[in-house]
């Protein structure tokens, strides 16, 4: 009908606005058809007013800069690629956790959970207490979140700013840590290259992979992240050990 045929018309002057803009052609991921969809429903729903260029390509995400609604100036943009994600490895983080079960080994579900997850994860941390970026919206395989930076200049990451104060850092990340933990959250991949600073604030991002405590290497994460984390604080000249670290917030 015709209310269909303008939206359609609507749709496709997008569609070839984001393709002619030379930001979104990095590398081989231009948009496919059902990506392009879910960026121009978070437009027609107000939370992107306007897409910038790519801030960082991972190898399952690239993460855009965007206008957001008056309210917020600045988002961040998680774009997961379908095709691109090793969705075998990604499906081995959902296992045990009761809010994604029963997801088979369809590729483009698991990544859809991945996406759902990270906003209920990121969701969960900022509810605990964790610095995060704030969740905004969610769609299909597109994460809107607050961005980190000031005047379109993304913040650094805890291995390329400067520390003041690696003891007081280290404190907040351990906090942190408890406090995912207090409420069943594992992150899964923390590091210095996953710990933003902004603002002078310590904040924790990219938890996609974060497990559920009834995850049955949830253990292990912790173990590892805790590894990390004293590693980074260790070369920062600290006196501080994985496994006291681990015992600290399982103990706290
Ligand atoms: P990946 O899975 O690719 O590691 P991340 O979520 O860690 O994805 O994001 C990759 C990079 O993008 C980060 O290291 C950070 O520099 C930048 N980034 C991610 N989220 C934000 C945000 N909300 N604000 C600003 N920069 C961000
Ligand atoms: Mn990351």
């Known amino acids: 009908d015709k209310v269909q045929r303008q939206r359609d018309r609507e749709f496709n002057e997008f569609r070839e606005r984001l393709k002619n803009t030379e ?4 590398e081989q991921s231009v948009f496919d058809d059902a990506t392009l969809a ?19 390509s991972g190898k399952e995400a690239t993460v855009y800069s965007a206008l957001g ?31 994604f079960e ?22 969960r941390a900022q509810k605990a207490g964790v610095r995060v970026p704030d969740p905004i919206a969610v769609q299909r395989n597109v994460l809107v979140m607050e961005f980190l930076g000031t005047d379109g200049e993304r913040a650094p990451t805890l291995d390329d700013a ?48 974060a497990v559920t405590i009834h995850h049955p290497n949830s253990g292990e ?22 496994d006291e670290l681990e015992a600290w917030i399982r103990e706290h």
């Open 23 to 26: 930001q979104f052609k990095v």
């Open 38 to 56: 879910a960026l121009y429903k978070l437009v027609q729903d107000g939370y992107v007013r306007a897409f910038g260029g790519p801030i960082s």
């Open 69 to 99: 609604d008056e309210e917020r100036g600045e988002v961040a943009v998680k774009v997961y690629r379908i095709n691109a994600s090793d969705f075998r490895d990604m499906r081995d983080y959902l296992v045990g956790d009761p809010r």
């Open 102 to 123: 029963e997801l088979g080994g369809n590729k483009k579900r698991v990544v859809l959970a991945w996406v759902r997850k990270e906003f209920a994860n990121l969701k």
């Open 162 to 209: 400067h520390l003041e104060n690696p003891e007081t850092a280290f404190e907040v990340v351990r906090e942190y840590m408890r406090r995912l933990y207090d409420v069943g959250l594992v992150h899964g991949d923390l590091s210095e290259y996953n710990i933003i600073v902004h603002d002078g604030e310590l904040c924790i991002i990219d938890l996609g992979q």
């Open 221 to 242: 994460f912790l173990t590892r992240d805790c590894a990390n984390v004293a590693s980074f604080f260790q070369r920062q000249g600290m006196d501080v050990r994985g």
